[in-house]
């Protein structure tokens, strides 16, 4: 897949006029007042990035213009543009672009399963949620194939989704698939064995978690739902037979919050971590910083009901450094929860980690690991492991501008699920990995004491470690990343650690495999999370490739480059691009690949099974 480059305003007009489409003097029109707004509202963060900032070359090669509207409609620059109207924010993507918004065409249901279903049974050896267990340590032990099979790999179907980008992960129950995470919004139940759709459901901005499947509420005959959150900090349940909409909830009303991490559902009550784009905002200087904080807050299942709410940093915003602008950065702020939370039902707590915070004052919520009570909420313990980690975007080290917090930290919260294991004969043990390339071992028992740590590589605010490991016995398996946002290049490695002592086991590096797309953001970066199974972990990486790897040795058994482009089972080409975020899942002897990224667009969701049976 190349790259689509950017058109040029009078090609753009040439094919508007052959086509009967907006007429030239509008698409001019559009184009000029795109250039105005750009340099009113954009140009100060994206033609000086700093950090995850990406510049504008980047916006105008990499992004369609369905992304940029996305993005300023109900994504992570909705701050950004308040006030603006729909066809000023159709005109900043004209001008950043070349090429008009175009509505997705692609019909939801347009592969329709015709056959009658079967009734949905959840059992032992589905993928249900983000980490398939309470304990979140990504670990199949029934995936209905042995890692002997695993060279005979072969791709079975590919599904299309809307859209250019991919989140979340698939899950899989009952012979189901149950997926969101697209930049469209819209959910779907696929069947696994054919990827037909038995339903789509849209949503009101973008879904970017897993879905957990579970009763709505107690007793035999609770309706089976399916969970899912996201942006606008929304929160809701679908009939998972039908899709039917069951309830939504909004559970933070700070205008910048959202759900990224998946939610977790225990005992009739549906616990939703809440994260927020707030550090992206701050990077205007006139943006009232900081308010924010991050929190989890536990639903009733059955009608969406907020319970209670852990907080990560308590007490009141207080006054701090005067701006420029005459207005005074609030705080403490930050501290946003965007992984999916660990349920601990024999202690009866949750554990869920947090990020950096957002200003410079002190606080102990951020970079750390908390733990709540499952029924009250009532914070049981913290351990915070860094505590001079403010840090927002646009701004350098030692420069009291703007909300620029000094001293600016280096962004190492926790973007991944603690993972709890618990062995025979062996003290609990909780592993905490870092964007700061440490990987943490906690004592659960005394109040998250820090057992071990383990630096696998020395991370930066792309994240060292960012979306997960995975557990399997005595070894945790670890995707490491070196990842530079900008020029989308990086390396990276799957490593095996010794869960008692924090051994390294083996680490073996990605090979350098040319992209299907060319050089530019061509990266070996792993940044998505792992997914285990008897024998053999696997791992994706930004260039596209799947890999299978041997549990004990680290050698690789099995890859296949799925940033190419596919025919898809619901019509016209699905697109691969970078592996990212959520993982792979393998069920019933077939494993799930999710292709595409914000970082390396694609919207592919392919099939694999033994000889592609």
Known sequence: MNL?????????????????????????????????????????????????????????????????????????????????????????????????????????????????????IPGSADWNGWGRDPANTRFQPLPGLTAGDLPRLKLKWVFAYPGSRVYGQPVVVGGRIFVGGNSAGRVFSLDARTGCTYWSYQAEAYVRTAVVVGPAGAGPDARLAAFFGGDRAMAYAVDAATGAPLWATRVD???????????????????????????????????????????????????GRVLWRGAAIEGPLQSGRLKENGEH?????????????????????????????????????????????????????????????????????????????VPLGPDFGFGSSPILVERAGHPSVLLAPSK?????????????RVLWQRELIRGDLNGGILWGPAVVGDRVFVATSKYDYVSGKGAGALAAVAIDTGRLLWRTPAPVRPCTWGNERCAQAQLAAVTAMPGAVFAGSMDGRIRAYASDTGRILWEFNTGDRFDAV????????????????????????????????????LAFSVDGR
């Open 253 to 303: 009303e700070h205008p910048l919050a959202h759900v990224l991490g998946t939610p977790k559902l225990h005992d009739g009550r549906l616990y939703v971590p809440v994260s927020s784009t707030e550090s992206s905002a701050a990077a205007d200087p006139d943006y009232p910083c900081c308010s924010f904080r991050g929190n989890v807050v536990a639903l009733d299942a059955a009608t």
């Open 570 to 605: 619901n019509g016209g080409q699905a697109s691969g691009g970078g592996i990212d975020y959520g993982g792979q899942v393998v069920v019933d002897g077939t494993l799930f690949v999710q292709s595409g990224s914000g970082r390396q667009p694609g919207n592919a969701l």
């Open 4 to 120: 689509k480059p950017v058109l040029t305003l009078s090609l753009l007009i040439g094919c508007a006029t052959a086509f009967g489409a907006t007429p030239p003097d509008d698409i001019q029109a559009l184009s000029s007042r795109g250039r105005a707004l750009y340099a009113e509202r954009c140009a100060a963060c994206h033609d000086h990035p700093q950090g995850r900032i990406p510049p504008r070359i980047l916006i105008s090669t990499v992004r369609a213009p369905e992304d940029i509207v996305a993005a300023l409609a109900s994504g992570v620059m909705r701050q950004q543009a308040t006030g603006l109207g729909e066809q000023e924010i159709r005109a900043l993507a004209v001008f950043l672009t070349g090429r008009l918004p175009l509505a997705d065409q692609r019909d939801p249901n347009a592969n329709a399963c015709v056959a009658k279903p079967a009734s949905l």
């Open 436 to 448: 700061s390339g440490v990987l943490y071992a906690l004592d659960p028992d005394a109040g998250g």
């Open 329 to 405: 950065i609030l705080g403490p702020a930050g501290a946003a929860m965007f992984a999916s939370p660990t349920i601990d039902a024999k202690r009866g707590v949750l554990y869920v980690g947090t990020g950096n915070s957002y200003t410079s004052q002190r606080e102990s919520g951020s970079d750390a690991i908390h733990a709540f009570d499952l029924v009250t909420g009532r914070r049981q313990w913290t351990r915070q492991v860094l505590a001079t980690d403010a840090w927002v975007g646009g701004c350098e080290a030692n420069e009291p501008r703007g909300n620029c917090p």
